[in-house]
């Protein structure tokens, strides 16, 4: 099993380069204080997940791979014990912004955190699909521009509910990279709201410059916060460059402000997953259908069956099938083996070649052995199956060691729980349970023993022996002809 990471092909790219020099101290804050009140949760917006993870995971991860994680700065203040748990092994640093007041408000509070440093990128903890490249190319263009202020901007053939970019008019260049304001969907006039250039949320400030200059931010808006878009006009005002860098991959920039937005989201992380595993020689048929989190690797010539769900971090070895409708949550499946339909996998192993389902139920601390077989309706529990051994049919089997070359009959329970504690059965190597036994744990069956059909084992059995736990069976010759007789006089 240890050998599936190694054959997994590791698809860490190096991380981007930037045209800072090494005496620019560059930061990242990443907003996410907010409520999401349009979402209508008791979760905050941030803690959704898109694609497995939470929106929040998504930037930070992204962020990371431009600066290290102590020069991070979450910006938390609504639940924000709830998000810094759900997010604090990334290593990042966290900003309080106990009152929400708006955007410019968050990098208000910010202000003592990052004011060691030259540059800041900062990034919406709503919009998960950005790239560590594109965060990158901002920060270049910034440095290139030398402004105080650069907005990453795209073109949106709907673009309600964005802020919209002002662009300063030059007669020398129509295209000129300056901007002159940005004005809020509730503040914009019919005209504006025709433009198609959007605000994305991602910033580049020079510190400074931005301290200098945050505090001339007012609230006089129909939100009544601080808006820090509106620092594009108060830099300009101060003679200040703002320039904006637009992308050509608008989906980079898609904020998740309601479910609509989250739902669209999630389809094309997980679309853009699949492309991924298929360009790295993996089959799925039907990719729309199949849901496959962030963090899930599979090797290469393994198929995935439509309405797949593999989900967390489960890791998936080469020429494997899985088949439709199972669902393989944080399990691993080394080469070769076949999920059958309607499989449930939780915390699971799974080893080389094993054949699982249909209908199976892998429940955590399941370990199925090289070959073995887990048949129909099988539920499976903290529990070693053995190289080769079989339960193939209709079994309960937790808190158990089962070696190898077992059969383990249709029907066959493992009574594990005396209504207090949880008990372990061991059957050793080349075990034959017949059907329908049940096995009364604490319990051990000797290599190579023989379990009669139903029997109710309580007592261990030694190796060889046969053990049979039932009445013995007594026959009435004709006891049904004269029943019948009796009842039916004629
Ligand atoms: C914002 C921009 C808008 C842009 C859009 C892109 C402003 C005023 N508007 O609008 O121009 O087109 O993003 O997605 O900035 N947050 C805080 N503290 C606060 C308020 C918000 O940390 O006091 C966080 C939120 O959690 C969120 C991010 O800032 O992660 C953006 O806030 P949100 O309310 O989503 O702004 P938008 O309306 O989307
Ligand atoms: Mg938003």
Same mark, same amino acid.
């Given at each position: 099993m240890q050998g599936i990471l190694g054959q997994m092909k590791k698809s860490r790219?190096?991380?981007?380069? +930037?045209?800072? $020099?090494?005496?620019?101290? #560059?930061?990242i804050a990443i907003m996410a204080a907010?409520?999401? +009140?349009?979402?209508?949760?008791?979760?905050?917006?941030?803690?959704?997940? #898109?694609?497995?993870?939470?929106?929040? /995971?998504?930037?930070?991860?992204? /962020?990371?791979?431009?600066?290290?994680?102590? *020069?991070?700065?979450? =910006?938390?203040?609504h639940e924000a014990d709830r998000v810094r748990a759900a997010v604090a092994e990334t290593g990042v640093h966290f900003v309080l912004q106990s009152e929400q007041r708006g +955007?410019?408000?968050?990098?208000? @509070?910010?202000? $003592?955190?990052?004011?060691?440093? $030259?540059? !800041? &990128?900062v990034l919406s903890g709503d919009a998960p699909q950005i790239t560590p490249q594109t965060i990158a190319q901002l920060l270049n263009f910034h440095l290139d521009q030398q402004a105080a202020m650069t907005l990453l901007t795209a073109d949106l053939d709907q673009p309600t509910g964005y802020g919209r970019v002002i662009r300063m008019n030059s007669?020398?260049?129509?295209?000129?990279?300056?901007?002159?304001?940005?004005?809020?969907?509730?503040?914009? +006039?019919?005209?504006?709201?025709? =433009?198609?250039?959007?605000?994305?949320?991602?910033? %580049?400030? /020079?510190?400074?410059?931005?301290?200098?200059h945050i505090e001339k931010l007012s609230t006089a808006n129909p939100h009544a916060e601080y808006y820090l878009t509106d620092m594009a006009r108060v830099l300009r005002k101060a003679g200040e460059t703002v320039v904006a860098w637009k992308t050509a991959d608008s989906a980079e920039v898609l904020g998740a402000n309601t479910r609509a937005e989250l739902s669209l989201i999630d389809a094309q992380m997980r679309m853009r997953k699949c492309e991924q595993l298929m360009a790295e020689g993996v089959t799925i048929f039907f990719p729309a259908t199949c849901v496959i989190d962030a963090e899930v690797e599979i090797a290469s010539d393994t198929v995935i069956e439509p309405f797949a769900q593999i989900l967390g971090h489960s890791r998936i070895g080469a020429g494997c099938r899985i088949r439709s409708y199972s669902v393989i949550l944080d399990s691993e499946i080394a080469e070769g083996a076949v999920i059958r339909t309607g499989c449930v996998l939780d915390?699971?192993? #799974?080893?080389?070649?094993? =054949? &699982?389902?249909?209908?199976?139920?892998?429940?955590?601390?399941? *370990? &199925?052995?090289?070959?073995?077989h887990v048949g129909n309706f099988v539920e499976t529990k903290k529990i070693?199956?053995?190289?080769?051994?079989? /339960?193939?049919?209709?079994?309960?089997?937790?808190?158990?060691?089962?070696?190898?070359? @077992?059969? =383990?009959g249709a029907g066959t329970i493992t009574c594990n729980y005396d209504g207090v504690s949880k008990h372990a059965t061991v059957i050793e190597d080349g075990v034959f349970i017949?059907? $329908?036994? %049940?096995? #009364?744990?604490?319990?051990?069956?000797?290599?190579?023993?023989?379990?009669?059909?139903?029997?109710? &084992? %309580?007592?261990? !059995?030694?190796? *060889?022996?046969?053990?049979?736990?039932?009445?013995?069976? %007594?026959?009435?010759?004709?006891?049904?002809r004269a029943k019948r007789a009796a009842g039916n006089p004629k």
């Open positions: 790219n190096s991380p981007p380069k +930037t045209s800072a $020099d090494a005496s620019s101290r #560059v930061a907010g409520k999401g +009140t349009r979402l209508k949760s008791q979760l905050p917006k941030v803690l959704h997940k #898109v694609g497995g993870k939470p929106l929040l /995971a998504h930037v930070i991860a992204a /962020a990371s791979r431009v600066v290290p994680p102590q *020069d991070v700065f979450v =910006i938390i203040g +955007t410019g408000h968050a990098l208000m @509070v910010a202000r $003592d955190a990052l004011s060691g440093y $030259d540059h !800041v &990128i007669r020398k260049n129509s295209h000129s990279a300056e901007v002159q304001a940005i004005v809020e969907e509730k503040s914009a +006039t019919l005209a504006q709201k025709q =433009i198609k250039e959007i605000n994305a949320g991602f910033y %580049t400030f /020079a510190v400074p410059q931005l301290f200098g915390a699971a192993r #799974v080893g080389p070649s094993a =054949i &699982i389902g249909p209908y199976s139920h892998l429940r955590p601390g399941s *370990d &199925i052995g090289e070959g073995a070693k199956l053995g190289k080769g051994s079989k /339960a193939n049919h209709l079994s309960y089997l937790g808190d158990a060691e089962i070696g190898a070359g @077992v059969n =383990i017949g059907s $329908d036994s %049940t096995l #009364v744990a604490p319990l051990r069956v000797g290599k190579g023993a023989y379990v009669a059909a139903a029997s109710c &084992i %309580t007592d261990d !059995v030694p190796e *060889d022996a046969l053990a049979l736990g039932r009445a013995r069976q %007594t026959t009435k010759e004709g006891w049904a």
